[in-house]
């Protein structure tokens, strides 16, 4: 334990130094933590997360299920884009856990303004992102999960649009000493995104000096944006365990590929599996601090339905409200 600890330690000393490829990649929308569970934790996540919102986080912690679960999550951005989000994960025996989770970022239809039209046009765009995706875990022993996701992006905004494939794996080993599980997960690992689309067609003046040059047709040409690549690791186990309250702790690192490495922390407190309390911090990050939360479980029989609550700080942008309601039957 104290090697770990002192590894995660020496791996926020690294993180003062600035990275070459701070604010480089595109699909920035798959940046956005999902599920109200992990982000009132401030994240530190992927060695406690045993839901379908794993999918998101870690998909080792979907093996993990037993029977089926269906998840969904919303929160609104700053009053202009919505990001929702929905998985299904279904336990098949002696076989593994498959989840289908799809991911979406959209926007209002905005009117159009142009230099000589500046109260508008009349002419409206709008913009979407989406992400589907398709995770397998597996209990490989006792002690060991693992789990992969292949998930197909594409952003659209107005007539434009970019797609690419991308790859999550995630793991999960448990040690014998308070419920100690040691996690990682590598998500976005895929192909570059490169917009194209009919409003890159253009006209072109060679030359305003020269009265009977006439219009070329010309094309604008887009760069290739790389997916933002993410890899974290972290250590969870329990604090405190009694018939009644169970402490649960994690702290995590992370290693994003567009920006400086960050340290999560979180907690926990689980009340008869029935009533919960979260809260969180997030270390090194430029907007974002403290995070808390909550979540309640009423049974139906042999389904439970959840209801979980998480609220972000933010010291510049608006603070965020995260919504989740999850059914296992």
């Not at 700053?78 to 025996?93: D, G, K, P, R």
Request: charged share 20%.
């Amino acid at each position: 334990m104290k090697k770990i600890f002192l590894l995660l330690t020496m791996f926020s000393f690294v993180a003062v130094a600035q990275n070459p490829n701070l604010g480089t990649s595109g699909a920035k929308f798959l940046q956005v933590p999902v599920g109200s569970r992990g982000m009132a934790m401030g994240g530190a996540f992927i060695g406690t997360t045993n839901d379908a919102s794993s999918v998101f986080w870690n998909p080792a912690g979907t093996a993990a299920i037993e029977g089926t679960e269906a998840q969904l999550s919303v929160v609104n951005l700053y009053s202009q884009f919505t990001h929702n989000a929905a998985v299904i994960s279904h336990s098949l025996e002696d076989i593994g856990t498959l989840s289908l989770s799809f991911i979406s970022l959209s926007m209002e239809k905005t009117e159009i303004t142009t230099e000589e039209k500046p109260n508008g046009t009349g002419s409206f765009y709008d913009a979407q992102d989406i992400a589907i995706g398709l995770t397998y875990a597996r209990k490989l022993s006792a002690e060991f999960n693992v789990g992969f996701t292949a998930k197909f992006i594409n952003q659209r905004i107005w007539n434009e649009t970019a797609s690419a494939w991308a790859f999550d794996i995630g793991t999960q080993y448990s040690v014998d000493f308070n419920n100690l599980v040691i996690a990682m997960s590598m998500t976005n690992f895929g192909s570059d995104l490169k917009f194209d689309g009919e409003d890159l067609n253009i006209n072109y003046l060679k030359s305003d000096n020269y009265p009977i040059s006439r219009l070329a047709p010309g094309r604008l040409e887009t760069t290739a944006d790389p997916l933002p690549l993410h890899f974290q690791v972290g250590v969870a186990m329990d604090a405190l365990r009694s018939d009644f309250l169970t402490i649960r702790t994690e702290i995590d690192a992370t290693h994003p590929s567009d920006n400086n490495e960050r340290i999560n922390i979180g907690g926990e407190a689980n009340f008869v599996g029935r009533f919960f309390v979260r809260a969180g911090y997030r270390f090194m990050y430029d907007d974002e601090n403290f995070t808390f939360g909550g979540g309640l479980t009423f049974p139906f029989g042999d389904n439970i339905l959840r209801f979980d609550y998480a609220y972000a700080n933010f010291t510049l942008l608006p603070d965020l409200h995260r919504y989740t309601v999850a059914f296992d039957f």
